[in-house]
């Protein structure tokens, strides 16, 4: 089992990702973001994003009603529907669902997000949380009838509400819950880079024990990509591949070894 996880970027080469995806003969699971789409789709609106920076570094896009308004229109509506009708054009079987759908990815709402303004420390809430399920019967029958799961947020909480959370969370729950062994991170850079700005800088393998060490190296989405990396191993994942997803054969290329390979 596989699952691969197509980042937001709008660099990334989606249809490249599901032809390779399209050759495959071990099942997988999609899981993708939007977050190019939603910020321009949120300008466009004029309504554009806020983000948060937490006490201890990471960074998270305020999550009002509005935000979720346009998260479900680029996420679950735009990005998920082409997604799909580009797998069907593969002959992929696919299936695209939010973690709304038959409460497909189950969660718990932010108490609120502990952040540093104005020289003060506060308590932001909002519609933000933690994904901690997954309905595994729903997707052991889709997979086992030959339909691809393709998933993303938003998901649902503890009071059937619709929530953000990160779509790399999303991916360690589902990973507990499926046994994968392989988890392909497809971003917008060649891999892990010892130096952000230099892309020819790609570390080829980290040992899971160092993620600690590494985390401490980034900053931004980079350090919250990391932790998630990090927990993914604490619930026994095997092999992690952060890969280029702009290049000719994204999918391909990480299972060769091209990217940052941690096991």
Do not use: W
Not at 112 to 119: F, K, L, M, N, T
Not at 159 to 165: F, H, R, S, V
Not at 212 to 233: C, H, I, S, T, Y
């Amino acid at each position: 089992m596989i699952i691969v996880k197509i980042g937001g970027g709008s660099g990334i080469n989606i249809r490249g990702a599901i032809e390779d995806l399209a050759a495959l003969e071990d099942k997988f699971v999609i899981v993708h973001g939007a977050n190019a789409l939603r910020d321009k789709l949120a300008e466009d609106l004029g309504r554009p994003k806020q983000v948060l920076t937490s006490a201890k570094g990471y960074t998270s896009v305020y999550s009002d009603e509005n935000l979720l308004d346009v998260m479900m229109m680029a996420y679950a509506g735009l990005r998920n529907k082409r997604i799909v009708e580009m797998c069907h054009q593969m002959g992929i079987n696919a299936v695209g669902l939010s973690g709304l759908d038959g409460k497909v990815v189950q969660g718990r709402r932010n108490k609120g997000i502990r952040v540093h303004r104005d020289g003060k420390t506060k308590i932001v809430r909002d519609y933000s949380g933690k994904p901690k399920a997954v309905n595994k019967p729903f997707l052991d029958l889709l997979l086992d009838n030959g339909y691809i799961p393709v998933l993303t947020v938003p998901i649902i909480d503890e009071q059937n509400a619709a929530i953000n959370t990160e779509n790399d969370d999303v991916v360690r729950v589902l990973q507990a819950s499926l046994k994968a062994d392989t988890v392909i991170n497809l971003i917008e850079a060649p891999g892990f880079l010892e130096d952000k700005e230099d892309e020819t800088s790609v570390i080829a393998e980290i040992p899971a024990s160092q993620l600690e060490a590494r985390e401490e190296q980034v900053d931004g989405r980079m350090k919250r990509k990391m932790l998630a990396v990090r927990k993914l191993f604490e619930h026994g994942a095997t092999r992690v591949i952060i890969a280029d997803g702009r290049i000719e054969h994204p999918v391909a290329d990480a299972l060769a070894g091209k990217g940052t390979i941690i096991q």
